[in-house]
């Protein structure tokens, strides 16, 4: 079973995840003071999905796997590592505003928004290609 997990920072600075698939009818969600935490409530919230789907008769799919879709702020909470200056120069993105997508307090627009993902695919592409000696 194939589950989208949508990943977004909410008003009160927490983070929660929510997705369309269900097992009979139960839903899927998790929420928590980091990404880290959300994904592993909701990955805990599956797996008692499909354990009282069980438990009610319906056959649950025997393996299931996650595809995590995230805005901006759950991006940079999850992937820490990342230099938020670094990158909004990387991107060519003014740094006070990625700051501000960073926390939430601002959201990019469209354009915007596919220069960051461009910005993150080709960052992933050199990671990828890069060896060491």
């Given at each position: 079973?194939?589950?989208?997990?949508?990943?977004?920072?909410?008003?009160?600075?927490?983070?929660?995840?929510?997705?369309?698939?269900?097992?009979?009818?139960?839903f899927?969600?998790?929420y928590?003071?980091?990404?880290?935490?959300?994904?592993?409530?909701?990955?805990?919230?599956?797996?008692?999905?499909?354990?009282?789907a069980?438990k009610?008769?319906?056959v649950?799919?025997?393996?299931?796997?996650?595809?995590?879709?995230?805005?901006?702020?759950?991006?940079?909470?999850?992937?820490?590592?990342?230099?938020?200056?670094?990158?909004?120069?990387?991107?060519?993105?003014?740094?006070?505003?990625?700051?501000?997508?960073?926390?939430?307090?601002?959201?990019?627009?469209?354009?915007?928004?596919?220069?960051?993902?461009?910005?993150?695919?080709?960052?992933?592409?050199?990671?990828?290609?890069?060896?060491?000696?």
């Open positions: 079973m194939q589950i989208v997990a949508i990943i977004e920072k909410g008003p009160d600075g927490y983070y929660s995840i929510r997705s369309e698939q269900k097992v009979g009818r139960y899927f969600g998790g928590g003071e980091s990404v880290k935490a959300a994904k592993e409530d909701f990955v805990v919230s599956v797996r008692e999905s499909l354990d009282a069980t009610e008769g319906t649950p799919p025997s393996s299931f796997d996650i595809s995590f879709k995230y805005d901006i702020p759950s991006f940079f909470n999850y992937f820490d590592y990342l230099n938020v200056s670094k990158f909004a120069e990387f991107a060519g993105i003014n740094e006070s505003r990625m700051r501000a997508y960073k926390s939430g307090l601002a959201y990019p627009g469209e354009k915007t928004t596919r220069k960051i993902m461009k910005a993150i695919e080709t960052i992933g592409r050199e990671i990828s290609a890069a060896r060491f000696a």
